[in-house]
């Protein structure tokens, strides 16, 4: 196992990195806690796939370990399911003490980290992530959200877990589009702060719409444990000099104001989270391009590193109004104007300030234009 170390100024927490640790990290990150009482926020899915996973692994703890376990799609992850979590606590008598362990990918991360920041003003949080998204973004950093019908991750807080136990053998499982859509989060990373790190993924395995994490583990084990590990490193480094977002971190939503814009158009869940901020990184590093920030010879080699890879998106009835003020709801919206992250070049994001709504839509029909493979608006 290795572990990386999240410094913040009286929140640093550990993120143990591995295969098959669960047993031996997570006991050990929740006796030092120091609580006597664990609440597991999952899912159906994950619940029918590794039933009780979590209290067998703290089956040696002294502690008591209830589990709360909600409906599985980002449709769900709303105020309404955030109650579901509330009203469990209150029925199992959770307090101040009491520790919150979200096991799934990066909705439940979201919804418990949320639940932690609030419930009785705060109580302490752990991640055991299950997807590669939730491994190599969600996890790590410290936020905390839900979605509103008008703008997702719009209700929300920055809430650090304790720890992370990342223990890649729940990647066995993962259906291959849900591998995917976390490996554009992962060469995200790549591309705006480290291209060593996307040409590193580039030589790796090749992972498409039909990757099998199960399939190819004996040959590819240690190239993912360094790359997500790598991967953890460049978030890391971004999240200790910006915790709260108030500059350098917004380079991490690079893709995602269009990103957001199709996940809400379209109606939450009916494309992953990943898949639209693939096509949002795309119409990013193409207006990097065309207001030349970005060389040819960069936007080629992210163009090709993503076109084949993206899931095509139908956006029905898209038009200029509703594309501002979807837009607009952005979080990274101030009046009339939206802080857009683009590339310098490969490996360098950089933020333009309140770049204009007005200016984005022409560009965005030229992009559909020569990308229908990739986006269309009908
Ligand atoms: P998800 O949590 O919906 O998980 C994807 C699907 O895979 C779900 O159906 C889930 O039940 C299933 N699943 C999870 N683990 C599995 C496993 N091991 N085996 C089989 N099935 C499994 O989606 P996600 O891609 O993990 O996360 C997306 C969410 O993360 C979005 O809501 C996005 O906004 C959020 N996010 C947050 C941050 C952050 O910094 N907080 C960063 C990026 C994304
Ligand atoms: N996913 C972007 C961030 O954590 O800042």
Not at 151 to 166: D, E, L, R, Y
Request: glycine content about 10%; overall charge negative; aromatic content about 10%.
């Amino acid at each position: 196992m290795q572990t990386l170390t999240i410094q913040l100024p009286g929140r640093s927490y550990n993120i143990g990195i591995g295969t098959e640790i669960v047993d031996s990290d997570l006991p050990q990150a929740v006796a030092a806690s120091g609580t006597t009482h664990a609440v597991v926020v999952t899912n159906t899915t994950i619940h029918n796939l590794y039933p009780n996973r979590i209290s067998q692994s703290l089956s040696g703890w002294q502690g008591r370990v209830d589990t709360c376990v909600l409906p599985d799609g980002e449709g769900y992850k709303n105020l309404e399911t955030l109650n579901r979590i509330y009203d469990f606590l209150m029925d199992v008598q959770a307090n101040r003490k009491t520790l919150l362990i979200a096991f799934g990918g990066g909705v439940i991360g979201d919804m418990a980290g949320f639940a932690s920041a609030t419930f009785m003003r705060g109580i302490p949080f752990l991640q055991v992530p299950t997807t590669l998204l939730a491994d190599v973004d969600s996890s790590v950093g410290g936020k905390t959200a839900v979605n509103h019908p008008h703008g997702k991750n719009t209700i929300g807080a920055f809430k650090q877990p304790v720890h992370v136990c990342m223990d890649l053998a729940f990647l066995r499982t993962l259906p291959p589009r849900e591998f995917l859509a976390g490996y554009f989060e992962l060469a995200k990373h790549g591309f705006v702060h480290d291209a060593k790190l996307f040409e590193t993924i580039q030589a790796g395995p090749l992972v498409n719409a039909e990757y099998d994490y199960r399939a190819n583990e004996a040959e590819s084990r240690e190239f993912w444990e360094a790359t997500i590990l790598r991967s953890c490193g460049v978030k890391g480094k971004v999240v200790e000099q910006d915790e709260t977002e108030t500059g350098l971190r917004a380079t991490l939503n690079f893709g995602h104001t269009l990103g957001h814009l199709i996940e809400t158009h379209a109606g939450y869940g009916a494309y992953l989270h990943g898949e639209a901020v693939g096509t949002g990184m795309l119409f990013a590093a193409y207006l990097s391009r065309k207001w030349e920030h970005l060389q040819e010879r960069d936007w080629s080699r992210i163009r090709d590193f993503l076109v084949p890879r993206l899931t095509p998106i139908v956006l029905p009835a898209l038009n200029t109004k509703s594309f501002q003020t979807l837009i607009l709801h952005d979080k990274k919206a101030e009046g009339a104007g939206v802080d857009f992250i683009l590339l310098h070049k490969l490996g360098a994001g950089f933020i333009q300030k309140a770049t204009s709504v007005e200016t984005l839509w022409p560009v965005f029909q030229e992009f559909v234009a020569e990308f229908p493979e990739v986006c269309q608006v009908v």
